[in-house]
C-alpha cells in the first residue's frame, strides 16, 4: 500500500470559520509534509514533520497549525483564512527525511476556497 | 541555495513523438534533482530521481533524464509520447545536506495531440 489519503477532497470555508485538514497513511512512514500549492503554480513548502516532531515551518502564518498526534496521522488545523489561503493542500510522506533516500509519496490534495 | 528553472511552461507533441522537457538547475552542493508528474485533480507522482549514481536515469512509464553538470541541466525524455501522458511536469531540486525541502520549478503543461 502506497497510498497517501487526504479529507476532505474539498472544503469550502468562510473567513471566520475553523476547520481542519487531515492526511493519512499506512506505510510506516516516519516524515510527513503541507504544501501549498496555488492555481498554475508549483507546491511550496509549508511543514516537515520528522518522527512526530514539527521539524521545518516555512514561515506559514499562524492562521496554519499543523497537528502530528501520531506516526500515520497528519492534520492541518484552519482558522481565520483570507481568500488568498484558497489552493490546494497537498500533504506526503516519505520513510524518512533523507530526501536522498527516500521518495515522497503525495495524496491527491484537498482543495480549499476560502469566501 | 537551490532552485530549478523549467523552459517552456507549454509543450505539445503529436502522439508518438519526442518528448522533450527541459529542466535547469542551480545547486551551491551537488544536487539530488526530481521529476514529478502530476495529472489533473491528483497529487504528484515521482517519474524518476538522480542522487549522484549513474548520469542516466530511467524512470516510470518510460521516461528517462540525462543530468549533465556541464550543462546544469536535467531534462526529461521519453521517445514517444502516448496520449496518457498529458499532465503537468514537474522538476525539483534538494541539496544532499541539510534539510529534506524539495524545491520546485514552475512546471510544464505537456499536451498530446492525436
Known amino acids: 500500500d502506497t497510498e497517501v489519503t487526504q479529507t476532505p477532497k474539498h472544503l469550502v470555508m468562510g473567513m471566520t470559520n475553523k476547520k481542519s485538514l487531515k492526511c493519512e497513511q499506512h506505510m510506516g512512514h516516519r516524515a510527513m509534509y503541507w504544501y501549498k500549492q496555488k492555481a498554475k503554480k508549483p507546491p511550496e513548502l509549508m511543514f516537515v514533520?520528522?518522527?512526530?516532531?514539527?521539524?521545518i515551518n516555512e514561515s506559514v502564518p499562524s492562521r496554519f497549525s499543523p497537528e502530528c498526534p501520531n506516526s500515520s496521522l497528519l492534520n492541518l488545523h484552519l482558522h481565520a483564512l483570507q481568500p488568498e489561503d484558497s489552493a490546494l493542500y497537498l500533504c506526503?510522506?516519505?520513510?524518512?527525511?533523507?530526501?536522498?533516500?527516500?521518495?515522497?509519496?503525495f495524496g491527491p490534495g484537498t482543495r480549499l476556497t476560502v469566501t | 541555495a537551490q532552485s530549478v528553472t523549467q523552459l517552456g511552461s507549454h509543450v505539445s507533441v503529436s502522439e508518438g513523438a519526442l518528448v522533450l522537457l527541459r529542466c535547469n538547475y542551480s545547486s551551491s552542493v551537488p544536487p539530488y534533482l526530481f521529476w514529478y508528474v502530476q495529472y489533473p485533480n491528483q497529487g504528484l507522482q515521482l517519474l524518476l530521481k538522480y542522487t549522484s549514481a549513474a548520469t542516466l536515469v530511467k524512470g516510470i512509464n518510460g521516461f528517462e533524464a540525462e543530468f549533465k553538470k556541464s550543462e546544469t541541466s536535467f531534462h526529461l525524455t521519453k521517445p514517444s509520447a502516448h496520449m496518457s501522458d498529458a499532465a503537468e511536469y514537474f522538476c525539483?531540486?534538494?541539496?544532499?545536506?541539510?534539510?529534506?525541502?524539495?524545491?520546485f520549478g514552475t512546471g510544464t503543461r505537456l499536451t498530446v495531440i492525436p
Open positions: 514533520y520528522s518522527y512526530e516532531k514539527l521539524s
Open positions: 525539483a531540486v534538494s541539496g544532499q545536506t541539510g534539510a529534506n525541502n524539495l524545491f
Open positions: 506526503a510522506s516519505s520513510q524518512d527525511t533523507v530526501v536522498s533516500r527516500y521518495e515522497q509519496y
